[in-house]
């Protein structure tokens, strides 16, 4: 069954899986522990990651009926996160503004909040919007 919500793009998916030794498309997708395993392992040497390159189009479907749409754009906010996460930009870009303030004077939380965001952003996002 197709999902009419659009909140991952197979696009990005695909440039992070260029990357996917880190786990970077499995975070996107909301795959946290599998992510985790991908950046300790290299992409379980290379062979999941080489897997991944078949997988993106059903990861990008689950993640679509898992996630609800809302004002915020899920890309537009990993993007933030993994290139100026530690400045807390992408929690500006949430509304969490007393969280970006600490992130940008501490190194987002001496890269422990940076941690933890990419373990649960997805789960941010979707929980404003289902607030809203």
């Known amino acids: 069954m197709l999902s ?3 909140t991952h793009s197979k696009t990005i998916g695909y440039i992070l899986w260029i990357f996917g ?4 498309h499995r975070f996107y997708y909301g795959k946290p522990i599998t992510g985790t395993i991908w950046l300790l392992t290299l992409g379980l040497l290379g062979v999941g990651w080489l897997i991944d390159l078949f997988l993106i189009p059903a990861m990008d479907e689950e993640a679509d009926m898992r996630f609800h749409e809302g004002a915020l754009d899920y ?3 990993w993007i933030l996160l993994t290139f100026v996460g530690i400045f807390g930009v992408h929690r500006m870009y949430m509304g969490k503004w007393l969280s970006a303030v600490l992130y940008l004077f501490t190194g987002g939380l ?3 909040g940076i941690i933890y965001d990419f373990w649960t952003l997805n789960e941010q996002i979707n929980r404003l919007h289902v607030e809203q």
Do not use: R
């Open 4 to 6: 009419t919500n659009d």
């Open 21 to 24: 030794f880190t786990g970077s």
């Open 75 to 77: 890309s537009l906010a």
């Open 110 to 112: 001496l890269g422990f």
